[in-house]
């Protein structure tokens, strides 16, 4: 089944305590993202790749980390999370992310981390 | 300044009513998404549009390229329709995320039995 997964679901963690949260997609997809959603804001850019090795920061970049080093695999790490970081997560991709493109993106089922 | 705006927010409708869900968006685009989000948060993928119309069961997206307007409309609505439906556009010309997809707020439906 085609699908983006991500891990964990759900975490609550502390101030300064280093998490990743990891995001797999096995349909072989060029372009992967990262968003935050928030009450009120919406869904915003964190990261995205073009492909492995090619990363750009998206809208909201302050404070994250991500990497591309498998075409499969685009984790997104909180060096030293702190509680403005609570939020939804979302990892998704798509075959390409061409002006043009008209493929849809795929979404993971999201990761609820709450900082304390 | 949301480049992206629906309406309405919130919207409550009873079962069999015919919905339509709004649009606007400020930037020129190459594509728009309609996206759902369910009560327990994941992201589907309603439909894209980059002209006209298009229909899926009971779900009708439509586009208006001249007057940056789109519209999802629903007939016959069900309980089960009750989500968060969130517009998306891509645009050629926006900041530094270029073809990156920019996201409305989404409209919070719910549909009483």
């Known amino acids: 089944e085609a699908q983006v997964t991500q891990n964990p679901r759900y975490l609550i963690t502390v101030t300064g305590k280093k998490l990743t949260v990891t995001c797999s997609q096995n349909?072989?997809?060029?372009?992967m993202s990262w968003y935050r959603q928030d009450p009120g804001l919406g869904l915003r850019q964190i990261y995205y790749?073009?492909?492995?090795?090619?990363?750009d920061k998206g809208d909201v970049p302050e404070g994250y980390k991500v990497s591309r080093k498998e075409k499969r695999n685009f984790p997104l790490i909180l060096e030293s999370p702190s509680p403005n970081q609570t939020s939804l997560y979302f990892c998704?991709?798509?075959?390409?992310?061409?002006?043009?493109?008209?493929?849809?993106?795929?979404f993971g089922d999201g990761t609820r981390l709450s900082i304390l | 300044k949301n480049e992206v705006e629906q309406s309405p927010q919130n919207l409550t409708a009873q079962e069999g009513e015919f919905i339509t869900i709004n649009c606007s968006y400020s930037?020129?685009?190459?594509?728009l998404h309609w996206l759902q989000q369910h009560p327990g948060g994941g992201i589907v993928s309603l439909f894209m549009?980059?002209?006209g119309k298009k229909k899926h069961g009971r779900l009708i997206a439509t586009i208006n390229i001249q007057e940056k307007h789109s519209s999802l409309h629903i007939t016959a609505s069900h309980p089960r329709d009750s989500a968060v439906y969130i517009c998306?556009?891509?645009?050629?010309?926006?900041?530094?995320?270029?073809?990156?997809?920019?996201f409305g707020k989404g409209t919070k439906l719910s549909v009483k039995p």
């Open positions: 998306a556009v891509r645009s050629p010309n926006y900041g530094g995320s270029q073809g990156n997809l920019i």
């Open positions: 790749s073009m492909n492995v090795e090619v990363t």
């Open positions: 549009l980059s002209s």
């Open positions: 349909m072989n997809h060029e372009y």
């Open positions: 930037v020129g685009i190459s594509a």
């Open positions: 998704a991709s798509s075959p390409d992310r061409g002006l043009y493109s008209n493929q849809p993106q795929h």
